[in-house]
């Protein structure tokens, strides 16, 4: 058994999370420590938790298997429980941070913005991209066909949601890029599901990132990105965790009952679990790996009330993208733009 | 009154219909005969009649007001009853008409396709196109990923559904022109919602034209066309009526209403209908409409089955452009191939 | 001709409207004035048209088709624009004359009220009841569960939506009578999708009665209705129209059309509409009838944007019930308590 | 910790599997053999694989947790895939287990069924009963409306789809013994989305029981059963495991940890395992939902591919349904009378 943990290929990114934050805790914990070349902090204002991780070196890079750039994470546990008040509190937060994001990524007032929706309407934990792009306000036909007589105060925005290499047979990433060529925005938005490797953080957590969209992130396994170096703008992504792998739920479970072990007893944690106790955590996804995927149960799996989160979380980021993306639209009260 | 009429400005396109049968028709009606320059003629088989109209010169052309090219017309008044043989019949049937027309206009057998499924999602008679993107068997990523290992009988297809520009603000034929330039087709099919002038032909009837999609066209009413001018390849367009303006059905109902006296009277029609029976079915068009219009009743309408209609004869569309674009899908049972 | 419409079958409910204003004015119009036994009132509030009309003899019912009882009818021609503040306005308006209307009809503060929503999931135009269902608080359970705890304010609540027959295969009143039967409403408040004789009505009229739903009426064609005889209960009704008659179409525009004559010239009406400048209006119907009929044209038919008006107006009931029975939610604001 | 263990409720039906089959392997691998009073026997036809467990006494019952009464399962590990050929296989196969199971519970060819759709529309892993109804054939119209031109080969079926406590404020069963009471049936055929214990069961499984459906059965949690005891004729009930809680996908995981261990080490159950190795199912599952429940980790999940798989099994077993219900339906070809 020992010799062959020491065969496992341990690549961060097998860990199938998108998100930059769980990466960074993996990473410290399997390191004992602080990463260097990434610097985080988190804050916590009225029940919604904000973390900036920012990857400075390609050496903090390869340690957690993010590109280097900054990570704005907002984790809000309540966000399940249907509550329209916090929903809007969430918007309004969003936004202010989504405005502040996009000036620190150079992407200023007046930049033309096109807003990518990724993923498969018929897919319920994969249709983020597309329901955000049927509720966001588009402006970019105002500009074209009678400029002169746009309020001040709004921007021009168009969104297109690209579909999915299954039922296009074109990558999503060629699509944006023929429209890119012809429309010419100054910056591209794209909004994708993620994976997280913790069931906590599905439908409760939004990311927003300055690296844009990398092969293999995402629910749909993206063959190639949505990048500056391929679309010549800069690309902000907004990713929320729909899914998980059922080995990460195991592995995630066994590291709590680790914790729980620890606090509720005296060296109970390697009585109860054994070696499972002294393995680190890669170590043991890998062994559960192992297990699971041989008998095609390493399923990716989704939370029951999907459909109403999915919703809840797309009118969400489309009155945060709203507000922040028009001064003439008060982040105060963004909710009233969408339905 | 009389003089108004003179004023009225009698453009054939102003009788809001996509078809080019239709629209022959009535400028026979109007010119008493055949129109120079539009050859046309008409067979009837087992349930389907099938009108091919060949827009030959610039003066039918504009007689008619339809572009030069070739339209081909499948009509089944018996679609609306939602029985499957006959659909699979339809299917069949169109499957045989598109590749032919196909080779007609051009488009040899190894064509690369690009569909084009043109309208939206959330308006049901306006999802034809989009419906038809989702059902249609796309190929294109198994030629780019592994060439080698596709089976013979099947050419490269991709298909995108490109959203109306209230959700997207860019035109849909910019969008395409972008797509096409990097995934380099060798023909474009587009599938539009049309109007039509006759109710009856809503929801049984197949346009296949080899002209495009020009301005103004279809419900969406775009303001640039998919045109082999504009693309730089040939389009073929496929479309079925889904609408028709209130204005048409009650010019409609008044042709039929003289028809009608014609048959069990004499000179009844201009008894009961007084000028309106002298009247040109232009004229009488422009007189409804005046009246309509200024009040806000010259809507849009659709029968209200249309939800079964759509889906219905988008799966005779997904079914049949299956079977006549790859040789190894049967003709004689191209059902199975969509859902 | 003359002779033809001797025999014709000029009866009422012949005219295919299920609102008791329109089925009113045509009378009043065949009548040459007002309907003994048919009080009715008409006053306009801020865009909103509120008529009340009341069918007190059973000659008056004769009269106009429609049962004996009371009408409120709202009408906003300019609901069918989405603007969002005029649909709040509406959900108020509506909740008032609603809570009234209640108590007028017997149903007091505490009664426990069944709403049933009568229509077809499937097709949009008859989705409006399963809609308001969907979206209206149920409060049932609470009483049932946990008497002791539900707040001041708040009554007995239940909903169901009972499909169609071609679904179920039990008439929707069968259905309801068991329900009714096993959980003892007070009352019984059915909403359902309507067919006007104007297609300006569509989608603009929201109509409240206190005769139950009976035969034949709604786009659904029940066999059977839901009244205080056969449920033992009162059976406030709601309706709003959705559809209407291809032939309603015609004749309402051919009385527009005699209408704009008669305005903008001396004996033109006669001149232009020959014969049918004098029929009544029954018999002009008649005549679009005979001619539409049988060659299948006289189909029903909805405005296209019919997804997002089924939409709104399911949103305005369900807001407006949900204010109107219970105190505790706030007229000023209803929209908040649904999505 | 020990303690602790002993304190543990271990009930069965803690273990949240709508499954008699999982319950009983649960019941045998704790009891280390058969259990008295449980009979099975099971078959494997060509990739399905068929169970039949007979819970035959009182103690038999409490000793897995199910009602006494037949349980038949089909496990399709392949359904997931999505191949319509083994779609239509399992259709047939399902419908002739289920044409013998209905005359074994003594329900006779002529008797008149009502199929009764458990399940709330808009959370997909629930939506498995409304689409079912949706989609089966119904005939008690034309037996009511016109009896004498009933073809042979049909019996009386209708459907109904009653809602969930939280949209409709009303028991479901309470919904269904009404209509019951108007309808008269003879039997009611229950189809509900029920819980597994392993994430493999999930989509790939029918189960039909004649034994009703039992309070805190299924996703919905309902408060009643439908029961023949309830509803006064027999009750036959179909489910598909659509969900799993998170815990059990741990728990299961372990248990397969601990087989892949034994499988290729000596003795390293324990030292990889620690006392978990030795721990009872039972005990294993109340120590992982210990950790995870205070956390707010157990909560219940679903494949993310769970709305096309939705779709597929409520296809399958509407087709099965058409074929066992009526003579006329042939089994070989079932799929053709569904969409």
Redesign the interface.
Known sequence: ?VMRMDQLDLRQFDVHTDLALEAKEMAETANGGPIPGVHSDIVDEDGIKISRVHVQTEQGSRAIGKMPGRYVTLEV?DLRKGD?TLQDKVATKFAQEFETFLEEAGVNKNAKILIVGLGN??????ALGPLV??NVM????FFELMPDQVAPGYR????????V??????ESS??V???????RPDAVIAIDALASKA??RVNTTIQIADTGIHPGSG?GNKRKGLTRDILGVPVVAIGVP???F??N??N???R??ED??AK??TN?G????????KMEENERLQ??R???QP???D??????????FIEDIANIIASGLNASLHDAVDTSNVA?YT?
């Open positions: 058994m546990p329209t309407w018929n897919v319920t934990p994969d792009v049927e588009v402006t970019r036909q021009e925005v168009s969104a297109v949601a690209p579909g290499l299954g039922i296009t047979g074109i060629e699509i890029l023929g429209i890119v060529e012809k429309t069931l906590e629910i729909t899914v998980v059922a080995s739920i195991v995630d479970s066994l709590m009952l729980h072990l509720h007893t109970a390697s009585q109860v679990m054994g070696l499972m106790h062994l559960v192992e297990v699971l008998l095609g149960h399923l990716i799996v989704t939370p029951k009330e999907i459909d109403q009233a339905h």
